[in-house]
């Protein structure tokens, strides 16, 4: 798995899974092109995260790694009806998550400033006997410097479980859109 490669070492981790009745061709189209504002838990979290700053609506003509660059996030590695994995690179325990916008994927890979977090989350397909998809997510997080690492796990103690709602949400809109016409 490229996240294994990319970052083996973490302060925390979550992962989700879920079995799509469809191939993984099909379910990474879908991925790619999934309008995740569709469900009002993503839209009513992620709204809670941006309280008193506009947020970028999105534009049903662009992917998702068109779209997450648009929030700082950078599609830092792919292979192609398997993995995609992004990153972005903030303080994300501060209001306004400290989030730089910007880097190249090699920037966000090599990145080791003290005082911030790297996060990398994928999406990663895996095909059984029966041509069904496991379609799991993984979010890691390293934090840089014991003070930030801190802050972080008081703040992910929080949002953790929020954003792990997110998470199942998006793999829930994935699946239903690819279990749709043409699986």
Do not use: C
């Amino acid at each position: 798995m490229l996240l294994d490669e990319l970052m083996p070492r973490y302060d925390v981790a979550a992962q989700y899974e879920t079995l799509v009745d469809a191939r993984p061709e099909r379910t990474f189209a879908i991925l790619q092109h999934v309008n995740f504002s569709q469900s009002g838990v993503i839209r009513s979290l992620m709204g809670l995260r941006t309280l008193g700053r506009r947020a970028h609506k999105p534009d049903p003509n662009q992917n998702l790694t068109e779209r997450m660059r648009q929030a700082g996030f950078m599609e830092v590695a792919r292979r192609e009806n398997e993995e995609i994995v992004i990153g972005v690179v903030g303080r994300f325990w501060q209001p306004r998550s400290g989030v730089i916008q910007d880097l190249s994927p090699k920037e966000i890979l090599d990145f080791q400033t003290e005082g911030y977090a790297k996060a990398l989350w994928n999406f990663h397909l895996v095909r059984n006997a029966s041509n069904q998809t496991t379609l799991s997510t993984e979010t890691r997080v390293l934090v840089f410097g014991s003070s930030s690492r801190r802050k972080f796990l008081l703040y992910w103690s929080v949002v953790g479980p929020f954003s792990g709602w997110i998470r199942k949400e998006m793999l829930r809109l994935i699946r239903v859109q690819a279990e749709g016409s043409g699986t």
